[in-house]
């Protein structure tokens, strides 16, 4: 017995001492609020190692000092918050989201991040400080590419065209902001409604669905799909989880 304590109060001593050493490099105390210094560019410096003590709620919240002076940002006026380093963009997008400075909260932050492997990033530091952050995709093809989007990247933007939010955080690369899109108007004209209980013909829906876009199918899949057998008619419609089903 005695010989198996010694390593162990051996291991105690130097955990104990790495513990010391790093509490005196980095200043960590639990419950301390992280302290930030500001320079001409409004420098947010975070030591990494205060991550590991403080909740995320504080974190955010010490942004409050660099808020106050960022905001209010005229049309033609330009803010610089740099460098950042490791997650404390996103950390900073997370206190946006609740900030009652100059109303920003209520409003739309559009992030355009320099590629799709950036974007991914800021999405799982987002969700991980409770943020879920709109994504408007790429259309992931390449230029002169034969093969045409994946129905669900066609749905997902379809959706953010048609319903765009007026508020949290949406993150979008820089190549999918480089293409074009269809303005609102063009989409919302190309739409058509269907409620319970309505009747419809459904030679004339079938022609409707065709004219949309949308594959004839004998089972639907996935979104832009219809199937049509005898007086039942699937549609798997955009921006929908779920197939619909209508009966004449």
Known sequence: ??????????????????????????GIHFGQKPKLSYNGYLTPNFDPMILFAMPITALTDAFAPINQQLFPIKDTQRRWLAPVHG?????????????????????????????????????????????????????????????????????????????????GVMLI??????????????????????????RFDINTQRELLAKAGYRAVENVFEPGEFAVRGSIIDIF????????????
Request: with cysteine; glycine share 2%.
């Open 87 to 167: 997650a404390v963009s996103s950390l900073w997008l997370a206190s946006l989201v609740k900030s009652p400075v100059w109303d920003v909260a209520e409003r739309l932050k559009v992030v355009v991040t320099r590629d799709q492997n950036q974007l991914n990033q800021i999405e799982t530091e987002l969700a991980f400080c409770g943020i879920d952050a709109y994504v408007f995709p790429d259309w992931e093809t390449l230029t002169y590419d034969e093969l045409s989007p994946h129905q669900d990247i066609v749905s997902e933007r379809i959706n953010l065209l048609t319903d765009m939010p007026s508020s």
């Open 173 to 198: 690369s820089i190549q999918a902001l480089m293409h074009r899109v269809a303005p609102p108007s063009w989409l919302i004209g190309q739409h058509f409604d269907l409620s319970v209980g309505d």
């Open 237 to 248: 419609a955009m921006a929908v989880s779920t197939a619909l089903r209508s009966v004449r």
């Open 1 to 26: 017995m005695t010989a198996l304590m010694t390593p162990l109060i051996k291991f105690s001593i130097t955990i104990l001492l790495i513990l010391v050493l790093i509490t005196n490099r980095y």
